[in-house]
């Protein structure tokens, strides 16, 4: 099964930017379908952004826009480019993975068996 380890997360200030990744091991890249997700404190995890099967992505309507997230199948890993930070992104952020032919819903935390152990970001205003 896959193994997730998220890094990049930091401190920055309202308007910055930072790049998180998340390398997958344990796997076959290829048969997994990646998303981010958020927490913030004394707050449910939310769905951030996804890949659905057919290479299409997904975002939540908070970060659209400001969010881009991508993938290098060469190396193993997915990574979210959050530009123009808000203090409202302040969360741990994880990396999720399903396996493609899984069933669910692409922003449900439930349709994901496989987390990474987070990485906090928080945004100074």
């Known amino acids: 099964q896959v193994q997730l380890v998220e890094s990049g997360g930091g401190l920055v200030q309202a308007g910055g930017s930072l790049r998180l990744s998340c390398a997958a091991s344990?796997?076959?890249?290829?048969?997994?379908?990646m998303g981010w997700f958020r927490q913030a404190p004394g707050k449910e995890r939310e769905f951030v952004a996804a890949f659905s099967r057919s290479g299409g992505l997904y975002y939540a309507d908070s970060v659209k826009g400001r969010f881009t997230i991508s993938r290098d199948t060469a190396n193993h890993t997915v990574s979210l480019q959050m530009n123009s930070l808000k203090p409202e992104d302040t969360a741990a952020y994880y990396c999720?993975?399903?396996?493609?032919?899984?069933?669910?819903?692409?922003?449900?935390?439930?349709?994901?068996?496989?987390w990474g152990q987070g990485t906090q970001v928080t945004v100074s205003s």
């Open positions: 344990g796997g076959t890249f290829s048969t997994y379908l």
């Open positions: 999720a993975a399903r396996r493609i032919d899984s069933y669910g819903y692409y922003y449900y935390t439930a349709s994901y068996p496989y």
